[in-house]
C-alpha cells in the first residue's frame, strides 16, 4: 500500500504540469542562432510604427495549432503580435522572436511550427525565353537590353535602392505609393504619396515593399544583377504600390501618362487578378 502511495504521489507533478506543445526544429535553433536571427530582415521604421507597439522589432512567422484560437489570437496581440487567418486549428502568426517562449507557454498550444525564409530565384528563365541571346544580339537583329524603354507595374511596391535595380544610381524613376509613404500625392490624385526621381536619388522617399511581390516582379522584368537577370536589365522603372489595388484603373493611366511626359515607350505589367465578376471581357475593370 506505501509503495502505491508513492507512486501515486510520483505522478502528481506531471498531471499537475500541462503538456508542453511540440515545437519545430527549426524555431529551437533560431531562438539560439543570432546568424538565423538576423535573416529575418526587420521592418522599417515607417511600418513596424503602425503595426507594432516596440518599433524596430525582429518578427518571426510560425504556424500554430491551437485548441483555443480566440484565446490565442488575444495572447499573440498581448505578445505586440500578429494573427492571421485560421485555417482550421491552425492560425498564422508573426511575432517578436523573444516571445516564442511565452507562446509555447499559452494554454492550447499544441504545435508550433516555423517557416524558414524562402529565396526567389531567377537563373534559368531567361534562357529557356532565350532572353539572353536577345541581349547579346544575333544577327542580323542588334543587341536588346531594354535601353530606351519603360517598364511599369501595379504592385505592393519595389525596392528601389536593391543593387539589382541599379546601374551607377537607381533605375526606378518615380513610385506612386497609395499605402505607406508620406508626402503629396501625384498631380492631379488626391490619395497616396509620389515619389519623384529626385527623393530616389536621395533615398529620402520613404516607399517600401512590405510584401517583397512587386519587388520579385520588377527584377523579373528588369534586374540587371549578375546572378539574376531579368529581361529587360536596361529598362527604366516605373511603379506604383497598392495593397489593395482599389485605384488599378488610375494607376494603370497615370503610368502611362508617365510614358507620355518622358517620351518613352512603355510596357504595363499586372501580376495580379482574381475570380470575381463575369468571364467575358464586360467587367468595366
Given at each position: 500500500m506505501r509503495n502505491l502511495l508513492l507512486v501515486m504521489l510520483g505522478l502528481l507533478p506531471a498531471l499537475a504540469t500541462p503538456a508542453r506543445p511540440a515545437v519545430s526544429p527549426y524555431l529551437k535553433l533560431l531562438e539560439r542562432s543570432p546568424r538565423l536571427a538576423r535573416a529575418y530582415r526587420q521592418l522599417p521604421p515607417v511600418l513596424s510604427s503602425r503595426l507594432l507597439r516596440r518599433p524596430r522589432q525582429t518578427l518571426v512567422g510560425v504556424l500554430v495549432k491551437s485548441t483555443d484560437g480566440g484565446s490565442l489570437r488575444r495572447a499573440v496581440a498581448s505578445l505586440a503580435g500578429w494573427a492571421g487567418r485560421a485555417v482550421g486549428d491552425i492560425v498564422p502568426v508573426r511575432l517578436p522572436l523573444?516571445?516564442?517562449?511565452?507562446?509555447?507557454?499559452?494554454?492550447?498550444?499544441?504545435?508550433?511550427?516555423?517557416?524558414?525564409?524562402?529565396?526567389?530565384?531567377?537563373?534559368?528563365?531567361?534562357?529557356?525565353?532565350?532572353?539572353?541571346?536577345?541581349?547579346?544580339?544575333?544577327?542580323?537583329?542588334?543587341?536588346?537590353?531594354?535601353?530606351?524603354?519603360?517598364?511599369?507595374?501595379?504592385?505592393?511596391?519595389?525596392?528601389?535602392?536593391?543593387?539589382?535595380?541599379?546601374?551607377?544610381?537607381?533605375?526606378?524613376?518615380?513610385?506612386?505609393?497609395?499605402?505607406?509613404?508620406?508626402?503629396?500625392?501625384?498631380?492631379?490624385q488626391s490619395q497616396g504619396a509620389l515619389c519623384d526621381r529626385r527623393s530616389i536619388l536621395r533615398k529620402s522617399c520613404d516607399s517600401i515593399d512590405i510584401v517583397g511581390h512587386g519587388t520579385h516582379v520588377t527584377a523579373t522584368m528588369a534586374s540587371s544583377g549578375t546572378s539574376y537577370r531579368g529581361m529587360a536589365p536596361g529598362a527604366g522603372i516605373v511603379a506604383v504600390a497598392s495593397i489593395d489595388f482599389t485605384l488599378l484603373v488610375d494607376s494603370v493611366a497615370w503610368?502611362?501618362?508617365?510614358?507620355?511626359?518622358?517620351?518613352?515607350?512603355?510596357?504595363?505589367?499586372?501580376?495580379?487578378?482574381?475570380?470575381?465578376g463575369p468571364h467575358d471581357g464586360s467587367s468595366l475593370e
Open positions: 523573444e516571445q516564442l517562449g511565452e507562446l509555447a507557454a499559452l494554454p492550447g498550444v499544441v504545435r508550433i511550427e516555423g517557416r524558414p525564409p524562402r529565396r526567389l530565384l531567377l537563373d534559368i528563365s531567361r534562357a529557356e525565353v532565350r532572353a539572353d541571346l536577345v541581349e547579346q544580339g544575333t544577327e542580323p537583329l542588334p543587341p536588346l537590353d531594354g535601353s530606351g524603354v519603360l517598364v511599369a507595374l501595379v504592385d505592393t511596391g519595389v525596392d528601389y535602392d536593391h543593387p539589382d535595380l541599379s546601374a551607377e544610381s537607381s533605375r526606378v524613376l518615380r513610385i506612386w505609393d497609395q499605402f505607406v509613404a508620406s508626402g503629396q500625392p501625384p498631380p492631379g503610368l502611362f501618362d508617365q510614358a507620355d511626359e518622358l517620351g518613352r515607350p512603355m510596357v504595363v505589367n499586372l501580376s495580379l487578378g482574381g475570380h470575381y
